[in-house]
């Protein structure tokens, strides 16, 4: 199984990014694919999940400005980031549940300066 992030990197303020998630090896049904974060010496927070139905749920921190989208024929995520700022610097982690398991890939840093 490998999950596999990219698209991180560093950009300024008011600026954006598009990070990308790719799941393989996973036999079991795909229900949610998100992505998630982890600034230093903070919790690992939710930044936005869409499920397999297609519903999607964001922070609210981030509402109107991030937005995920699924491509489910290649288990793959997508996470449009505009208007970035300081407080969006962080790993950022994909998740994929499944009916039995969870993965999780190895994260990607987003860095954005001021």
């Known amino acids: 199984v490998q999950v596999v992030e990219s698209g991180g990197g560093l950009v300024q303020a008011g600026g954006s990014l598009r990070l990308s998630c790719a799941a393989s090896?996973?036999?079991?049904?795909?229900?949610?694919m998100g992505w998630y974060r982890q600034a230093p010496g903070k919790q690992r927070e939710l930044v936005a999940v869409?499920?397999?139905?297609?519903?999607?749920d964001y922070a609210d921190s981030v509402k109107g400005r991030f937005t995920i989208s699924r491509d489910n024929a290649k288990n793959t995520v997508f996470l449009q980031m505009h208007s970035l700022n300081s407080e969006d610097t962080a790993v950022y982690y994909c998740?994929?549940?499944?009916?039995?398991?969870?993965?999780w890939g190895q994260g990607t840093q987003v860095t954005v300066s001021s």
């Open positions: 998740r994929v549940t499944t009916r039995i398991f969870d993965y």
């Open positions: 090896g996973i036999f079991s049904s795909i229900n949610a």
């Open positions: 869409a499920s397999s139905g297609g519903s999607t």
